[in-house]
């Protein structure tokens, strides 16, 4: 893996405006793009630790939306009554919340495999979050609602993307000015959820 300085200058500014991550910004950016959470949206966040896309989509949602985080490792208390976080496996998802149906706006996801530096390794391990992201969004998300995942260039993305693309009224990819000039990691974005026959 290429090296990079980990405390750059959003990891910084994440600090003094109080997001768990810098990861926070790649939201913002996408948002101000896409409009992909309402206000008064219902939104997933899966594999949310540390809970900086919780953050930040709590911020969107205003005083009538809530936000779901679940992730392996426990998030930090967000201390907000619109917010639940969830300490589980998102495959689980369904069982957990009761099968509740689609009743989620928008499913995010910058959900990451641990990385090990091995390319082939790495591109699969995002790959299969990816997946994971879309399945939970095919059981939970609303039609029309919208959908973001990360994945890495390479290897099966492509097969990924071309898997996710009729599920949705459009398909963008997008490379964002926020994300580290070292990584080759993009965002996969579904608008418009067709809901599932």
């Known amino acids: 893996m290429a090296d990079y300085n980990r405390k750059d200058h959003l990891y910084k500014k ?8 810098r990861a926070a910004y790649k939201l913002l950016e996408i948002q101000q793009t ?28 205003g005083p009538k939306g ?12 967000i201390g907000d009554p619109r917010c639940k976080c969830i300490t589980g496996d998102a495959r689980d998802l369904e069982e957990i919340l ?22 082939e ?6 790959v299969a979050c990816a997946d994971l992201a879309l399945y939970v969004a095919q059981q939970l998300l609303k039609k ?18 071309k898997s996710a693309r009729p599920m949705f009224n459009k398909l963008v990819r997008s490379e964002l000015k926020s994300t580290r000039a070292t990584s080759n990691e993009f965002y996969v974005i579904g608008l418009g959820f067709k809901g599932t026959s």
């Open 66 to 77: 809530t936000v779901t985080a679940i992730d392996l490792v426990p998030i930090e208390s």
């Open 34 to 61: 896409y409009k992909v959470i309402p206000n008064g949206a219902h939104v997933l966040d899966v594999g949310a630790w540390p809970g900086g896309w919780t953050q930040v989509s709590l911020d969107i949602v």
């Open 144 to 161: 029309g609602g919208n959908f973001v995942v990360k994945v890495f260039k390479g290897g099966e993305v492509e097969g990924f993307v």
């Open 121 to 126: 390794a790495d591109q699969a391990g995002t």
């Open 98 to 119: 009761g099968h509740p149906g689609p009743c989620f706006d928008a499913v995010i996801s910058d959900m990451s495999p641990k990385l090990t530096g091995i390319k």
């Open 14 to 21: 994440a600090k003094e405006e109080g997001f768990e991550s």
